[in-house]
């Protein structure tokens, strides 16, 4: 079991980290039980963020445009991490998103991590739900900001002490780091070819487009005109 560690959340613009891009990170350093430090910050995602999204969390576009640029913030926050090993409810999701940025970045980070989800299921298998929403509202866990990367790191914080509490010395194993892998190709960034031709798709065929063209790279530009040319067509 572990005692020091990072737990760890974000908020995205969707839920698959190959098109999808970081809004929010929250994160909390436990040492010996203890927190010690915390980070937190906004993600400009350099596009519009989606309006189910908004209502999820709440995190408006001016919000996320007064954030950190995503390379600025996931540098930080692994930093911040130091050698600690991750925590986080569905850790998975979250490692996914930070690994892409690093990557694309060529930054190292390689992760050992303790997840609660997992947890959940195998220490609680009669609850009707395993979110962390409902585990929180289940064991009378404060947390007022639903949806929101700090809040959900703090309420996963406390979801872990009480779940080694009582489950610790009965199953010791589950609550042991374990490695956590995702793979993921370094991406480069769109071409000046692909941003000419994207942007004259965009004027010619009069397309309502809220990402940052600038952003995107080469697969992302590669989808979106392949995207156009289907549903419009080609530059006569």
């Known amino acids: 079991m572990t005692r020091s560690?990072?737990?760890?959340?974000?908020?995205?613009?969707?839920?698959n980290p190959k098109y999808s891009?970081?809004?929010?990170?929250?994160?909390?350093?436990?040492?010996d039980g203890q927190i010690k430090e915390t980070y937190k910050t906004?993600?400009?995602p350099d596009m519009r963020i989606p309006f189910k999204i908004q209502e999820l969390t709440g995190i408006t576009n001016e919000m996320a445009d007064n954030g950190k640029d995503g390379e600025k913030a996931v540098e930080e926050l692994i930093d911040f991490?130091?050698?600690?090993?991750?925590?986080?409810?569905?850790?998975?999701?979250?490692?996914s998103f930070l690994k892409k940025y690093a990557v694309?970045?060529?930054?190292?980070?390689?992760?050992?991590?303790?997840?609660?989800l997992k947890i959940a299921r195998k220490t609680l298998p009669d609850v009707k739900s395993?979110?962390?929403?409902?585990?929180?509202?289940?064991?009378?866990?404060?947390?007022?900001?639903?949806?929101?990367?700090?809040?959900?790191?703090?309420?996963?914080?406390?979801?872990?002490?009480?779940?080694?509490?009582?489950?610790g010395k009965q199953q010791p194993d589950i609550f042991c780091p374990f490695e956590?892998?995702?793979?993921?190709?370094?991406?480069?960034?769109?071409?000046?070819?692909?941003?000419?031709?994207?942007?004259?798709?965009?004027?010619?065929?009069?397309?309502d487009f809220e990402v940052d063209i600038s952003s995107l790279t080469k697969s992302e530009a590669s989808r979106y005109i392949d995207k156009f040319i289907l549903n419009y067509g080609r530059i006569l």
Do not use: W
Not at 134 to 144: A, D, K, R
């Open 5 to 15: 560690y990072v737990a760890v959340d974000l908020e995205t613009t969707g839920l």
């Open 21 to 31: 891009r970081i809004l929010e990170i929250g994160a909390v350093k436990v040492i």
């Open 42 to 44: 906004f993600v400009k």
């Open 81 to 95: 991490c130091e050698d600690y090993p991750l925590l986080g409810h569905n850790l998975i999701f979250d490692y």
């Open 104 to 116: 694309n970045q060529k930054l190292e980070f390689k992760k050992y991590g303790v997840d609660t």
């Open 130 to 167: 395993r979110s962390l929403e409902y585990l929180c509202e289940f064991f009378e866990i404060e947390h007022q900001d639903k949806h929101r990367a700090y809040c959900d790191a703090q309420a996963t914080v406390t979801l872990y002490e009480l779940l080694q509490s009582r489950f």
């Open 180 to 207: 956590l892998i995702y793979q993921v190709k370094r991406q480069s960034p769109i071409t000046p070819r692909q941003k000419v031709y994207l942007n004259d798709l965009i004027k010619y065929h009069k397309i």
